[in-house]
């Protein structure tokens, strides 16, 4: 009987084809862009080797490279601050109401679309000319509010994190329902008849039940605030001046555009270890660990 | 009551720019000038429909989309159950070691992958080709797809392979008849997620594919905008033909995909 579970041939047979993928796929190239960004290649043509200086010039020399980070905290900020809020307060009323379901469905909607469709649309939704913001606000009668979003410099910046913050609004939603539904009514029911009120109730028993789901999203969260890329190429590309650029998309520009691939796999480099770090961070200030657990 | 009226309006929030584009997009592509916020097409422009469809080299980019992420969502399926089975249910040293190599998936950023895979694909014939867009795709989806089959597997008691084994199976038959029914909801729900991450993917298809030909859906988007670059209501018309497939998938599925994502979040 032990034996099945610890047929040598067996163990190899099943794991070997899906390591071999993650090896050529992921492991692979974070070595190749090691190794690229200790030269000052173009991606074509001759390679020479520089050892440390692009790391050097990233750190010391390259404004936009903070400045991406910057805005990759930002975003994550608001995503913290106001999505998640908003999301747990209407996963709470949706928990309440009789026709939840079809509210749900709604909801996540746009999560669904690709990130092409849901880039491109608000695209045309900022259009200062014929976009559907700039006309809303004409028949509100704000006219002195219609302005160039994408591209004004004061407000492309949270244009772009709106489009991220609606696009991914769905998820948060989801999760937060999810973990409220597992809650079973008892425990309202007899924190209500011990006397709390909506306020104590939410805060000392609710959010402490369900906290590993709100701690599951934190990570996902910041971590996703860091990866964001498609929704920059698509609008603005990081325009006007560095507004709206975040990191992965400055390395792939400057990769395919500047034709500064040791740099852009310099880049690379440096996101990954920032994305480990953060992930260990939040795993350890959060006190989860699902990888290790078996 | 007022409940109600607030999850109303976030309701039209989140839906208005789709009915926006569904709107405009059976319009002439002139009156998106106009000032109204909703037009009723006066005749619909059914044309810009046809128009995207044709133009826009919609079957062909449907297809692609098909084949590639159809052979990522049976790759990945298939892989992460085998591993999940091995990191969860056999017992060998390096059992935790692997089993976070494949998590280690889901903190490596796919665009820093794009640079090297650019030039290191190209190396093995793999640049501008179906299969060299479904390695990757089916990569990026083991470690999602592993930690859903371990969560299932790691619920179910061994009594019932003990006593398959007991009674001569072997391990394919174990993990395909004994098995694998056991985690259907997992299958299901690995299938689904796997299969809308494939089919909404944007940058790794742009990178990695050159030739119309073998362009995925998301793209037929971005070749209109060049092609048709004032015509509106044709990109809107687009857009929406490219969005209806997700919509769809998600109205059948979507038990399976709140499933998937609850027991992603709650479940670990």
């Not at chain 2, 969860?88 to 976070?100: A, D, S």
Request: proline residues 5%; charged residues 10%.
């Amino acid at each position: 009987m032990h034996a099945v579970f610890t047929n040598r041939k067996a163990i190899v047979a099943l794991t070997v084809p899906a390591l071999l993928v993650m090896l050529f796929a992921i492991v692979a190239p974070i070595l190749l862009s090691i190794y690229y960004g200790l030269t000052s290649w173009a991606g074509f043509g001759k390679l020479t080797f520089v050892g440390l200086r692009n790391y050097r010039d990233i750190i010391t020399a390259d404004p936009t490279f903070w400045h991406s980070l910057a805005n990759a905290v930002i975003l994550a900020l608001v995503t913290i601050f106001i999505q998640n809020p908003v999301a747990f307060v209407i996963a709470a009323a949706l928990t309440k109401v009789k026709r939840s379901r079809i509210f749900r469905t709604i909801y996540f909607i746009p999560a669904i679309l690709t990130v092409v469709v849901v880039t491109r649309l608000w695209v045309s939704i900022f259009n200062p000319n014929y976009g559907l913001l700039n006309k809303v606000i004409h028949a509100l009668g704000f006219s002195q509010f219609s302005v160039a979003w994408l591209s004004n410099p004061s407000t492309a910046l949270w244009s772009v994190i709106f489009i991220m913050i609606w696009y991914g609004f769905g998820w948060a939603l989801l999760f937060y329902y999810s973990g409220l539904m597992t809650m079973s009514p008892e425990i309202e029911e007899a924190a209500v008849i011990d006397g709390a009120n909506r306020w104590q109730l939410y805060t000392r028993v609710v959010i402490p039940y369900i906290f590993p789901v709100i701690q599951a999203v934190l990570i996902i969260d910041v971590i996703s605030s860091l990866k964001q890329m498609e929704v920059i190429y698509l609008s603005t590309n990081g325009a006007p001046g560095d507004a709206t650029q975040f990191i992965a998309n400055y390395l792939y520009i400057k990769a395919f555009m500047y034709s500064q691939y040791g740099y852009g796999s310099a880049i690379s480099v440096m996101f990954v270890v920032i994305a480990l770090i953060l992930t260990l961070v939040t795993r350890g200030l959060t006190n989860r660990n699902p990888g290790v657990e078996l | 009551m007022l409940i109600y009226s607030f999850l109303i309006v976030f309701a039209l929030l989140q839906i208005f720019p789709l009915i926006w584009l569904f709107d405009f997009s059976l319009v002439k592509s002139g009156q998106l000038f106009g000032p109204e916020i909703l037009k009723i097409p006066d005749p619909p422009q059914w044309g810009n429909f046809v128009r995207a469809w044709t133009d826009g080299n919609i079957p062909r980019y449907f297809l692609n989309s098909v084949i590639v992420v159809g052979g990522s969502v049976l790759g990945a399926t298939f892989l992460s159950f085998c591993a999940a089975y091995a990191t969860t249910r056999m017992i060998w040293k390096l059992r935790v070691v692997v089993y976070n190599i494949f998590l280690l998936g889901m903190v490596v950023p796919i665009q820093t992958t794009l640079l090297p895979n650019f030039i290191w694909f190209r190396l093995f014939g793999l640049y501008d080709t179906r299969i060299g867009l479904i390695i990757p795709y089916i990569a990026f989806n083991l470690a999602f797809n592993t930690l859903m089959f371990t969560g299932m597997m790691r619920s179910i008691p061994r009594s019932v392979e003990e006593s398959a084994y007991l009674d001569g199976a072997n391990m394919t038959m174990l993990l395909g008849r004994i098995v694998a029914p056991m985690v259907a909801p997992a299958i299901a729900t690995v299938s689904i997620m796997t299969f809308l991450n494939g089919w909404n993917e944007f940058i790794m298809a742009n990178t990695f594919l050159a030739s119309e030909s073998l362009r995925t859906l998301p793209f037929a988007v971005i070749r209109f905008e060049g092609q048709y670059s004032s015509d509106y209501a044709i990109q809107f018309a687009c857009m929406a033909l490219v969005a209806i497939p997700p919509i769809l998938l998600y109205f059948v599925f979507s038990r399976w995909i709140m499933a998937g994502v609850t027991a992603g979040a709650v479940k670990s």
